[in-house]
């Protein structure tokens, strides 16, 4: 019945489809976003452990007064860091320095820390630590000696909570770090004496 109708009437429905060629814009542009959003998400490796080098240079110094029993040792280090990625670095350098009393010769830290340090791309920087000292006296007579001497030191370098560089002078030192104890006490300075008091006759 209703084809009867349409041919009456001369109406043709025509189906309602679209030109391929009017599509391909949107899928272009759709593929064009879908890659926009990978690269947006996409994040940066980290630089890689062995793009980061360090070298360690100690300076020393040695003070005698004239006439005295006792020399000081003056300690600090120069820590130069290269950095061979393409990216900025942020590292954490842990220092120690160790010694032992002159009368035995069981290691322990004079004095540690820790520094921050950022190392441009392709980048060298130098950081130094602070001072260690330590005061040794001869055996003059009937005194013994006393005091201490530092003998050596470590130096750790880390990106994140990875170690990627370490340097220790002498090398044996290497099991001693992060383990020897500290620098014993001395012993307490002794209270002087009350003077007596005559008594009144």
């Not at 542009?29 to 998400?41: Q, R």
């Not at 007579?141 to 560089?165: H, R």
Request: glycine share 6%.
């Amino acid at each position: 019945m209703r084809r009867a109708l349409d041919s009456r009437k001369g109406v043709r429905k025509k189906s309602k489809m679209k030109s391929p060629f009017l599509l391909l814009p949107f899928v272009v542009l759709s593929a064009v976003a879908a890659s926009a959003e990978e690269t947006s998400g996409s994040t940066a490796a980290p630089p890689a452990p062995s793009a980061i080098e360090a070298r360690v240079e100690q300076v020393s110094k040695m003070t005698v007064p004239k006439g005295a029993a006792s020399r000081t040792q003056t300690r600090f280090l120069k820590v130069f860091l290269s950095n061979a990625s393409h990216d900025e670095v942020s590292l954490k350098i842990k220092y120690a320095f160790f010694g032992h009393g002159v009368k035995d010769h069981d290691d322990f830290v004079v004095t540690e820390g820790e520094k921050d340090a950022t190392v441009k791309p392709a980048g060298i920087t130098e950081e130094d630590t602070p001072s260690a000292t330590a005061t040794e006296t001869r055996a003059i007579k009937k005194t013994p000696a006393s005091g201490t001497v530092i003998v050596g030191y470590g130096v750790q370098v880390f990106l994140g909570d990875k170690m990627v560089a370490e340097s220790y002078e002498p090398s044996s030192l290497k099991s001693q770090m992060g383990k020897a104890p500290p620098a014993p006490k001395g012993p307490p300075a002794a209270k002087p004496t009350a003077k007596a008091t005559p008594a009144k006759g």
